[in-house]
């Protein structure tokens, strides 16, 4: 039963223009959120998280946006470089430092120069 | 140069055989975990392990086990109960905190079924 969902398999995106990737959750005890990305051949690596007490967060080009009331929470990347196509996955967990995290099936973003 | 060290990059199993894949990490992290990923499908949480001589199953341990001797060290071993082993294989640590949970990942194990 997959508790964290990334409905698109892939995106791509012109140099310059944002990408938008979505995740959808179902468990509604879920109230810490991050993003991973992963480049061919290597771990996924750490991007950006967000606690349910925010809505938004921001690091640099990176915005995540989260929706409790629709289970619902997305990445932005703008403005998006090629450096930016990787593999995205979501994650959640009940608490932050829980030790389980619930991994979405990710989203491959390819950004087209 | 501070990381996690999976080795081998790729493994093969032979029916009714144990296979073990290493995981070292030189991050001084508390915590230590083993995910495992199916095609088309997100990681799941095998073993984690907060503390040295201590591990707690995750959500899909039937068919594993680990050891944790060292801090450095979390093994992963794929015994012939894991009658589907085919998969891609990460392992993390963390630094243990109630506020964070920035996982870092090594490059990871392909095991495939001969």
């Known amino acids: 039963d997959q508790q964290v969902k990334q409905n698109s398999p892939s995106l791509s995106v012109q140099e310059g223009r944002i990408s938008i990737l979505n995740c959808d959750y179902t468990n509604s005890m879920f109230d810490y959120f991050l993003w991973y990305k992963k480049y061919p051949a290597e771990g996924p690596t750490f991007l950006i998280s967000?606690?349910?007490?925010?809505d938004k967060n921001e690091d640099g080009r990176f915005t995540v946006f989260l929706n409790k009331s629709a289970k619902h929470l997305s990445l932005h990347i703008v403005p998006s470089q090629p450096g930016d196509s990787a593999v995205y996955f979501c994650a959640a967990s009940q608490q932050a430092g829980a030790n389980n995290l619930f991994f979405g099936t990710g989203t491959r973003l390819t950004v087209i120069p | 140069d501070g990381g996690i060290t999976q080795s081998p990059k790729y493994l093969f199993r032979k029916e009714g055989q144990n296979v073990t894949l290493s995981c070292e990490q030189n991050?001084?992290?508390?915590?230590m975990y083993w995910y495992r990923q199916d095609p088309g499908q997100g990681l799941r949480l095998i073993y984690y392990?907060?503390?040295?001589?201590?591990?707690q199953k995750g959500d899909i341990a039937e068919g594993y086990s680990v050891s944790r001797e060292k801090k450095e060290s979390f093994p992963l071993t794929v015994t012939s109960a894991q009658k589907n082993p085919t998969a891609f294989y990460h392992c993390?640590?963390?630094?243990?905190?109630?506020?964070?949970?920035?996982?870092?990942f090594g490059s990871g194990t392909q095991l495939s079924v001969l």
């Open positions: 967000i606690s349910s007490i925010k």
């Open positions: 392990s907060q503390i040295v001589n201590d591990f």
């Open positions: 993390a640590s963390s630094i243990q905190s109630a506020y964070n949970q920035k996982l870092f």
């Open positions: 991050l001084n992290h508390d915590a």
